[in-house]
């Protein structure tokens, strides 16, 4: 998933994706439900709490984003006696929720320069929280299968010679190039117009959607193309092998519709809300120093997602095999 190595200052990129609701299909016993909440009409009754010990943290409907909460909420609750609330929250209204305190951390942000300009130097309402220690990477993919029997289909330029086999009935005579929900904030419309690819984009209508989709293809062994992203469990389940799309370049995505570049490597952090890193605590510090890998990471997110395990269930079993990961976090 990574830019593998992180830099010493690594450029933050908007997020191309704003992820409908995966969990549409699980019970949440951590996350407050499904959907993006309106954090603007919404607040926690845990936010903003003065002298009480609690907690509320933005938590985002990807599948690893819920991992990270899930994690968090457990030792801040376990370990540290808080009284944990998440809210789910698309990621720009989660910038709001947090610089007005609704919510205390946002624990996995794909990089959003125009908020951290406002709320972070020129309103100082939002401080950073440090690396995640993760590295977020959205690319085209193919099956690993596919890619294995015809490696030419790796470089975007040679994927006309499969438009045939990657045609759908949804696809409208051409390839299909699948996406997630219509939500999604992508460059992928622009991408198939600006390289001149003989693509459709179809959106499969949210996360869980798409994985049931990438599923049924492998199943079958079928070819396909898909947007997708890392860190992600379904890689260790269906393989999958990068389209190579033109080289990303800093500032080659700058304008939505000339867009003809890959998408970036971005380290994703965590921020705080500044009152709330000043005067926080034991959770303050304890949020600052949650620091993980993809492994970790795909661990608690496969339990959730493939074992049907409830976040906070699969925070347990996390927390119980690895003693020595998390202890440091809590000191």
């Not at 376990?78 to 919510?103: F, K, M």
């Not at 972070?120 to 309402?125: G, I, L």
């Not at 079958?220 to 999958?240: D, H």
Request: glycine share 6%.
């Amino acid at each position: 998933m990574p830019i593998d190595p992180m830099k010493a200052e690594p450029v933050r990129h908007t997020r191309r994706r704003i992820l409908a609701a995966f969990a549409a299909a699980t019970t949440l016993a951590v996350v407050t439900g499904c959907g993006a909440a309106d954090m603007t009409r919404q607040s926690s009754p845990y936010a903003a709490a003065r002298g009480a010990k609690t907690v509320t943290l933005s938590v985002q409907s990807w599948v690893g984003a819920q991992a990270n909460t899930a994690v968090a909420a457990y030792l801040l609750e376990h370990e540290l006696g808080y009284r944990v609330d998440t809210v789910q929250v698309d990621e720009v209204p989660a910038w709001d929720a947090l610089s007005q305190g609704r919510v205390d951390a946002i624990l996995e942000d794909w990089g959003h320069p125009e908020q951290e300009k406002r709320y972070v130097e020129d309103k100082k309402t939002i401080v950073p929280g440090g690396d995640l220690g993760v590295t977020g990477h959205i690319g085209w993919y193919v099956p690993t299968y596919f890619a294995e029997a015809h490696p030419d289909v790796t470089d975007w330029k040679n994927l006309g010679k499969y438009t045939d086999q990657l045609r759908t009935a949804e696809s409208r005579g051409k390839g299909q190039l699948m996406d997630g929900s219509p939500s999604y904030v992508t460059n992928d419309k622009a991408l198939v117009k600006n390289l001149g690819l003989d693509l459709e984009v179809v959106f499969a209508g949210s996360e869980a959607a798409q994985i049931t989709q990438i599923k049924q293809f492998a199943k079958e062994k079928k070819p396909f193309l898909t947007y997708w992203y890392k860190p992600q469990w379904l890689f260790e389940r269906v393989p999958m092998t990068e389209v190579k799309l033109p080289a990303y370049t800093e500032g080659c995505d700058a304008d939505p519709e000339k867009v003809a570049c890959a998408y970036p490597h971005t380290p994703l952090q965590k921020f705080l809300n500044a009152r709330f890193a000043d005067s926080g605590g034991k959770a303050a510090r304890f949020l600052t120093k949650f620091n993980w890998g993809v492994a970790e990471q795909n661990e608690v997110a496969l339990m959730i997602a493939e074992e049907k395990l409830s976040p906070e269930q699969a925070a347990k079993k996390w927390v119980e095999r690895n003693e020595r990961v998390w202890r440091p976090w809590v000191r």
